[in-house]
């Protein structure tokens, strides 16, 4: 485990980062609930489960309430001193670096920068660093940095203070990491392919000398799957891999070829 680990560090500082910001996550907080003209409903979040635009749900402690508001042509998330905090866990960032947090922002009032915080790999919570914007109900913009993460970043939207503050456009982007900024990793005459890969990837050993043993680990180095091919042959793996990171090891049976992929599930 510790070898795989260190390997994992490895590839992850020196692999070349080659493509240009990609949207990972986009949450404008339109539920099922219809809003269509300048108004606030309050709910228990676990009653919206399932229903949120951006694929995950939106919770809070003890299933307290929240509440949205129809306003600027869009529904937003909308936040008072009297609520708590809203959470939107583990999203998945895992291949990606620099990540950033953007969003529109509207206070009812003089602005203050927003308590946002962010949990990388379920660690501890970090404050971003914001800015004031969106004073007395002119929308404003901002965009921060979130820090890195192996698979998930986690939010929190906490309360302000004394005052409403309401928030759209939740947007989380980065930068796709994946070796030589292809969808195909060649090593010696063996491809694996596609990566990112939706359901399984391919591993195509036609060219190779002898037969190899393919083994997949997690980020953590504990071994999920593993194979071993026949010289010449393709084969295909991950169709039971859950959304992620991984590395693929591929070593000769007979010889002393070795060499490992950083490869990501969608």
Not at 90 to 102: F, K, M, Q
Not at 176 to 205: C, Q, R
Not at 217 to 223: A, C, S
């Amino acid at each position: 485990m510790k070898k795989i680990t260190l390997l994992f560090l490895a590839l992850t500082g020196m692999l070349n980062v080659t493509n240009a910001q990609q949207t990972l996550y986009s949450e404008n907080f339109e539920s099922n609930l219809g809003l269509t003209s300048d108004q606030v409903v309050t709910f228990k979040p676990s009653t919206k489960a399932g229903t949120w635009s951006g694929g995950k749900d939106l919770t809070t402690t003890g299933d307290a309430n929240m509440s949205l508001r129809f306003g600027w042509s869009s529904t937003n998330l909308r936040l008072n001193s009297t609520e708590t905090a809203v959470t939107i866990s583990n999203i998945n960032v895992a291949g990606y670096t620099n990540l950033s947090l953007s969003f529109l922002l509207v206070f009812e009032g003089p602005a203050v920068a927003p308590f946002i915080e962010a949990s990388a790999d379920g660690g501890a919570w970090v404050t971003l660093t914001t800015v004031p914007s969106g004073d007395w109900y002119a929308r404003g913009s901002q965009s921060v940095a979130l820090p890195a993460a192996i698979s998930t970043i986690s939010l929190r939207i906490n309360p302000p203070t004394g005052i409403d503050q309401i928030f759209d456009d939740f947007k989380i982007t980065g930068t796709v990491s994946l070796g030589i900024g292809s969808n195909e990793l060649t090593e010696n005459s063996i491809k694996v392919y596609p990566n990112p890969f939706a359901s399984e990837f391919n591993i195509d050993a036609t060219n190779s000398e002898g037969p190899l043993q393919v083994s997949v680990f997690d980020v953590l180095g504990r071994k999920i799957e593993s194979t071993k091919s026949a010289s010449s042959s393709q084969l295909s793996m991950g169709s039971s891999l859950k959304s992620g990171l991984y590395i693929v090891q591929v070593e000769g049976v007979n010889s002393n070829y070795s060499k490992s992929f950083k490869m990501v599930k969608k």
